[in-house]
């Protein structure tokens, strides 16, 4: 209940001496902050609310290429998909390959989160040090998250391949070359490599930042009393840290989850199948080979209830922040 | 555990323990052996993270055919052939142009439509808020695979697929919720009292977003859209799915066609590669700092 909204010389006079409807109230005070929103709403509506429920419809459907609407020659030929209710759902999580793609992608997902966090960790409190050159290790050290994803994954391609720099190197200690891009399972581990390389400059910055963040002098009152160089961290860094450590870790976890270039283009056509995570799999199913719209969808819906998981632990995590909505 | 474990009973505890026992090391002190192992570290950190690049380098300097050879060679017969190949003998220069249209227009348009609605939910509680927040958060942690097949046989019937407009509205899908996440984090960060101020002088609510916080937020628009920017530029899924003839792809795509089943042109690509590489990285550098403290907004909060 507002004053202004009381006062409201253009509120229609009421036939009774009743206040105004709570619509009507609602309205008077919050207009402004809808019509700021109204935009996003429109374009959010049409673009993402729109195709998600079609691609959520699609699931329940047998639609492939053969069956969608399309336009040949001008000519508008109707789709003739048919309704199969929960059969893409059974089939998928009935069958093997969603739950070895499912591991593979938690296992992805897991791995290099974890070297992420760590590295990114150990250079940071490095950084973060009294360091001559500071300034220049942090700049260089970032070089590898502004190489656009596509290109870095050829430059290790290039690194990596048979008569690569990596094999000649190992050869030159005396070591057997490696079958990174080859052999499947190597081929996975060398794209985990490669999203290690990618991902650990942001980790190393956002967690710097949260390091510079905490107050010195809970350093020197620490430091006054004698605190060991562990007690230190364990009592003052750890803690101060917490926050922004738990908000990396889940938008790196997303982020990760949702990695598409490296795997997509690390990857043979025929190599794929047995590195794809996730999103790679459900979209070979929908544009390599046949097309099979339905079971993509049906994979991306379960992709979709997973990430929705990651969304409600980020919620809580920003919650704790203090973030109140 | 919290910083409140050091209160001054306790630390004395603990220094009462510790300090008749030996010397506890300062902060800003090391041994000159520690030094070395820190900037060892760091130089094997260099190494890991500037080998490939200048590796990529390098190689684009080497004659095509030479790229990879039995014999490693560091630098054979430098020239810029690379560079003049694929900058005047491929569609290089129109991928360029074309990713240059989609990141532009992605930016753009994502940074005008929700610098409203991220100003709204920052500083407004109306009905609905709560659910505008979960839809921005959801939105920008949605897999591409669970929109991409809708959006792409909508685009099918209305004739938008390899098309660059098709395209920066897929890839608006991503950048409208992310900058209107980022944007309400920059103004978080802008206290209230200036609204305050700007209400109390007689500026509407349109006027005070306009002429005050706008303004200040200026740091955070040009993050928040070079960000968007850099999104686009990298974007793989979208455009090899979208864009088929060779006029219409995007850098993204073109550089695909450097990589043959049987034989890659490594000299062209890595060419190419450092082509796209070097902008971005350079920019990258200018505005990283703040980029972060966007990303983590409402993580260093707290």
Same mark, same amino acid.
């Given at each position: 209940?507002?004053?202004?909204?009381?006062?409201?010389?253009? #509120? /229609?006079?009421?036939?009774?001496?009743?206040? /105004?409807?709570?619509?009507?109230?609602?309205?008077?005070?919050?207009?402004?902050?809808?019509?700021?929103?109204? /935009?996003?709403?429109?374009?959010?509506?049409?673009?993402?609310?729109? /195709?998600?429920?079609?691609?959520?419809?699609?699931?329940?459907?047998?639609?492939?290429?053969?069956?969608?609407?399309?336009?040949?020659?001008?000519?508008?030929?109707?789709?003739?998909?048919?309704?199969?209710?929960?059969?893409?759902?059974?089939?998928?999580?009935?069958?093997?390959?969603?739950?070895?793609?499912?591991?593979?992608?938690?296992?992805?997902?897991?791995?290099?989160?974890?070297?992420?966090?760590? @590295?990114?960790?150990?250079?940071?409190?490095?950084?973060?040090?009294?360091?001559?050159?500071?300034?220049?290790?942090?700049?260089?050290?970032?070089?590898?998250?502004?190489?656009?994803?596509?290109?870095?994954?050829?430059?290790?391609?290039?690194?990596?391949?048979?008569?690569?720099?990596?094999?000649?190197?190992?050869?030159?200690?005396?070591?057997?070359?490696?079958?990174?891009?080859?052999?499947?399972?190597?081929?996975?581990?060398?794209?985990?490599?490669?999203?290690?390389?990618?991902?650990?400059?942001?980790?190393?910055?956002?967690?710097?930042?949260?390091?510079?963040?905490?107050?010195?002098? @809970?350093?020197?009152?620490?430091?006054?009393?004698?605190?060991?160089?562990?007690?230190?961290?364990?009592?003052?860094?750890?803690?101060?840290?917490?926050?922004?450590?738990?908000?990396?870790?889940?938008?790196?976890?997303?982020?990760?989850?949702?990695?598409?270039?490296?795997?997509?283009?690390? #990857?043979?056509?025929?190599?794929?199948?047995?590195?794809?995570?996730?999103?790679?799999?459900?979209?070979?199913?929908?544009?390599?080979?046949?097309?099979?719209?339905?079971?993509?969808?049906?994979?991306?819906?379960?992709? @979709?209830?997973?990430?929705?998981?990651?969304?409600?632990?980020?919620?809580?995590?920003?919650?704790?922040?203090?973030?109140?909505? | 555990?919290?910083?409140?474990?050091?209160?001054?009973?306790?630390? *004395?505890?603990?220094?009462?323990?510790?300090?008749?026992?030996?010397?506890?090391?300062?902060?800003? +002190?090391?041994?000159?052996?520690?030094?070395?192992?820190? *900037?060892?570290?760091?130089?094997?950190?260099?190494?890991?993270?500037?080998?490939?690049?200048?590796?990529?380098?390098?190689?684009?300097?080497?004659?095509?055919?030479?790229?990879?050879?039995?014999?490693?060679?560091?630098?054979?017969?430098?020239?810029?052939?690379?560079?003049? *190949?694929?900058?005047?003998?491929?569609?290089?220069?129109?991928?360029?142009?074309?990713?240059?249209?989609?990141?532009?227009?992605?930016?753009?348009?994502?940074?005008?439509?929700?610098?409203?609605?991220?100003?709204?939910?920052?500083?407004?509680?109306?009905?609905? *808020?709560?659910?505008?927040?979960?839809?921005?958060?959801?939105?920008?942690?949605?897999?591409?695979?669970?929109?991409?097949?809708?959006?792409?046989?909508?685009?099918?019937?209305?004739?938008?697929?390899?098309?660059?407009?098709?395209?920066?509205?897929?890839?608006?899908?991503?950048?409208?919720?992310?900058?209107?996440?980022?944007?309400?984090?920059?103004?978080?960060?802008?206290?209230?009292?200036?609204?305050?101020?700007?209400?109390?002088?007689?500026?509407?609510?349109?006027?005070?977003?306009?002429?005050?916080?706008?303004?200040?937020?200026?740091?955070?628009?040009?993050?928040?859209?070079?960000?968007?920017?850099?999104?686009?530029?990298?974007?793989?899924?979208?455009?090899?799915?979208?864009?088929?003839?060779?006029?219409?792809?995007?850098?993204?795509?073109?550089?695909?066609?450097?990589?043959?089943?049987?034989?890659? +042109?490594?000299?062209?690509?890595?060419?190419?590669?450092?082509?796209?590489?070097?902008?971005?990285?350079?920019?990258?550098?200018?505005?990283?700092?703040?980029?972060?403290?966007?990303?983590?907004?409402?993580?260093?909060?707290?």
């Amino acid at each position: 209940m507002s004053a202004i909204t009381a006062d409201d010389p253009t #509120a /229609p006079a009421p036939a009774e001496s009743k206040p /105004p409807g709570r619509l009507r109230r609602s309205w008077d005070r919050h207009w402004y902050a809808w019509a700021f929103i109204t /935009p996003v709403v429109i374009v959010m509506t049409l673009i993402i609310l729109w /195709p998600l429920i079609q691609g959520i419809f699609l699931s329940f459907t047998d639609a492939s290429e053969k069956n969608v609407a399309k336009v040949i020659g001008g000519r508008e030929i109707p789709a003739t998909y048919d309704i199969v209710g929960l059969k893409n759902y059974i089939d998928v999580l009935t069958g093997a390959t969603f739950w070895t793609i499912f591991l593979r992608t938690i296992i992805w997902t897991v791995v290099n989160v974890f070297f992420h966090f760590t @590295l990114g960790m150990i250079l940071a409190l490095v950084i973060n040090r009294q360091l001559k050159g500071r300034a220049l290790y942090r700049a260089l050290l970032i070089v590898p998250w502004a190489v656009p994803a596509f290109v870095s994954t050829y430059m290790w391609r290039l690194l990596l391949t048979d008569n690569g720099l990596v094999n000649s190197a190992l050869e030159g200690i005396g070591l057997s070359p490696i079958p990174w891009l080859s052999d499947t399972n190597w081929l996975f581990i060398s794209c985990i490599l490669v999203n290690i390389w990618l991902g650990v400059p942001f980790m190393m910055v956002a967690l710097l930042g949260g390091l510079q963040s905490i107050p010195n002098e @809970l350093y020197e009152a620490a430091e006054v009393d004698g605190a060991t160089p562990w007690q230190r961290f364990r009592h003052v860094t750890v803690p101060g840290l917490m926050s922004v450590a738990s908000t990396v870790v889940l938008l790196g976890s997303i982020w990760t989850f949702n990695m598409f270039a490296i795997i997509y283009l690390m #990857a043979s056509q025929g190599q794929r199948n047995d590195i794809a995570t996730l999103p790679v799999y459900a979209y070979d199913k929908a544009f390599t080979g046949i097309r099979q719209y339905a079971v993509s969808s049906t994979y991306g819906v379960l992709i @979709l209830s997973i990430l929705l998981v990651f969304a409600i632990f980020y919620r809580r995590a920003l919650a704790k922040q203090g973030e109140v909505w | 555990m919290s910083t409140e474990n050091l209160t001054p009973d306790v630390a *004395h505890e603990i220094a009462v323990g510790e300090a008749s026992t030996k010397k506890v090391r300062r902060r800003d +002190e090391r041994s000159p052996a520690m030094s070395f192992l820190l *900037h060892f570290g760091l130089f094997i950190a260099l190494v890991w993270s500037l080998v490939p690049p200048i590796w990529a380098f390098l190689t684009s300097l080497k004659p095509n055919d030479q790229a990879i050879t039995t014999e490693l060679k560091i630098i054979s017969d430098p020239s810029l052939n690379n560079y003049v *190949h694929v900058l005047t003998e491929t569609d290089l220069p129109r991928w360029f142009l074309n990713s240059i249209i989609v990141a532009f227009f992605t930016m753009l348009i994502g940074i005008f439509l929700s610098a409203t609605a991220g100003y709204a939910v920052s500083r407004f509680r109306f009905p609905g *808020h709560k659910q505008l927040m979960w839809s921005f958060l959801i939105t920008q942690m949605f897999p591409m695979a669970i929109l991409i097949v809708p959006i792409y046989n909508i685009f099918a019937r209305l004739g938008l697929l390899n098309s660059l407009g098709g395209l920066v509205l897929a890839y608006c899908t991503t950048a409208v919720p992310f900058c209107a996440w980022m944007l309400k984090g920059y103004f978080d960060t802008i206290p209230i009292e200036i609204d305050e101020a700007g209400r109390i002088d007689g500026l509407s609510p349109f006027g005070t977003f306009w002429r005050l916080v706008l303004p200040l937020a200026r740091p955070g628009l040009a993050v928040t859209a070079f960000y968007t920017f850099l999104t686009a530029w990298g974007e793989v899924a979208y455009a090899t799915a979208f864009l088929t003839s060779d006029s219409k792809k995007t850098l993204a795509v073109g550089l695909q066609t450097f990589v043959g089943q049987f034989k890659t +042109e490594w000299g062209y690509l890595t060419a190419a590669g450092i082509l796209v590489t070097i902008p971005a990285v350079i920019v990258f550098l200018l505005v990283q700092k703040n980029l972060v403290a966007g990303l983590t907004a409402g993580g260093t909060k707290g």
